[in-house]
């Protein structure tokens, strides 16, 4: 099967920088193809997204590329690479979003004092840290487990799970320590604020992780 060719046809709804792209890389029923990304028959349109980012609804029509493998044996493991590549991303939001808040509360002077004395504060930035680190040293933990050549589904859900519902808190934790200039779009802290949301959901939100987290541990049986 693999080294032979197939055209492609149909719609890809969220597709990233496809615009760029010199090879594209599809599912096609049992089969991953690999088109030009210059071919005849490819559209990309952009998208309005949330958080600004570049994707794209791809529409494929007669395309020909070549047949690189089964859908069933190589897409699990490239969706658990995608996964742990991009919950690395989260914990790179989450960084920069509680960086923000604790130089904000440092230098930010209220009543006299600056905002990181009140007791408050210190707690909210506590648990935005605690938070952060939960999710950074999941992350690093999935990225082990598949450099030892382990299918590592388990951490990668753990990792994805976790880091969805942290960002989410530590997002949030910012923009609450900034108070309204947190929201004013010519602050940088919105653009993590908004990434933090689109990636909550990305290849799987925390929900979805935990129902494989579930059956991995044989927790409840599907049939």
Not at 41 to 59: H, P, V
Not at 85 to 106: D, I, P, S
Not at 110 to 128: C, E, S, T, Y
């Amino acid at each position: 099967m693999s080294g032979s060719n197939a055209r492609v046809n149909g719609v890809v709804p969220f597709s990233y920088d496809v615009e760029s792209a010199d090879l594209l890389l599809v599912v096609a029923g049992p089969v991953l193809v690999l088109l030009d990304g210059d071919r005849p028959g490819i559209e990309a349109s952009r998208l309005d997204t949330l958080s600004n980012d570049r994707l794209f609804e791809l529409r494929i029509d007669g395309a020909e590329g070549e047949v690189v493998g089964n859908t069933a044996e190589l897409l699990p493991a490239a969706l658990a690479r995608a996964t742990a590549l991009r919950t690395a991303e989260v914990v790179g939001v989450m960084a920069r979003a509680l960086e923000m808040a604790a130089e904000h509360a440092k230098t930010r002077v209220q009543f006299g004092k600056p905002l990181g004395a009140f007791q408050a504060v210190q707690h909210r930035l506590a648990d935005m840290l605690l938070d952060f680190e939960g999710a950074r040293w999941s992350a690093y933990r999935a990225a082990w487990a598949l450099s030892q050549g382990s299918s590592a589904d388990r951490e990668v859900s753990v990792a994805k799970a976790w880091a969805s519902d942290a960002c989410q808190r530590v997002a949030f934790g910012a923009q609450q320590v900034h108070g309204g200039v947190g929201v004013d779009l010519d602050y940088d802290l919105q653009l993590y604020f908004r990434r933090a949301k689109a990636l909550e959901v990305e290849l799987g939100s925390a929900p979805q992780h935990r129902t494989r987290i579930a059956e991995t541990l044989g927790l409840f049986d599907q049939t």
